[in-house]
C-alpha cells in the first residue's frame, strides 16, 4: 500500500517562504513521478510543480516558475516544494501525488497542507 504524507504548511507572510515536504512509502519509486499541486480556496486544484524520481527532471506552472522548486532526496523517499516570494494568491490546500504514468494521471494522493500567505 503506498502512503503519502505532506508537512510544512502553515501561515507566512508575504514575499516569505515556506518548504513543503512531500514523504512517500510503499514501493520503490525509481521509475515513478512525483507531482505537487494546489487548490486555492473556492476554486478547482490546479498543478504546481512535477519530478520524476530518476533523472529529475522537473517542470512547473507558469504561475510559480522562478519563485518554486521542486526537488527529491532519493535516499528518504521524499520530494520537497521550497516556496520562496510568497504571495496572498499562493494561499491553498497543497496536494502531493504519485504517478506511474509519467504524469498523465497520479495514482496516489497525499491529504494535503494548508499554506496560507498573508497580506
Known amino acids: 500500500q503506498v502512503h503519502v504524507v505532506e508537512s510544512g504548511g502553515g501561515l507566512v507572510q508575504g514575499g516569505g517562504s515556506l518548504r513543503l515536504s512531500c514523504a512517500a512509502s510503499?514501493?520503490?519509486?525509481?521509475?515513478?513521478?512525483m507531482g505537487w499541486f494546489r487548490q486555492p480556496p473556492g476554486k478547482e486544484r490546479e498543478f504546481v510543480a512535477t519530478?520524476?524520481?530518476?533523472?529529475?527532471?522537473?517542470a512547473y506552472a507558469d504561475s510559480v516558475k522562478g519563485r518554486f522548486t521542486i526537488s527529491r532526496d532519493n535516499a528518504k523517499n521524499t520530494v520537497y516544494l521550497q516556496m520562496n516570494s510568497l504571495r496572498p494568491e499562493d494561499t491553498a490546500v497543497y496536494y502531493c501525488?504519485?504517478?506511474?504514468?509519467?504524469?498523465?494521471?497520479?495514482?496516489?494522493w497525499g491529504q494535503g497542507t494548508q499554506v496560507t500567505v498573508s497580506s
Open positions: 519530478i520524476r524520481w530518476s533523472g529529475g527532471l522537473a
Open positions: 501525488a504519485v504517478s506511474s504514468s509519467l504524469g498523465k494521471r497520479y495514482d496516489y
Open positions: 510503499g514501493r520503490t519509486f525509481t521509475s515513478y513521478t
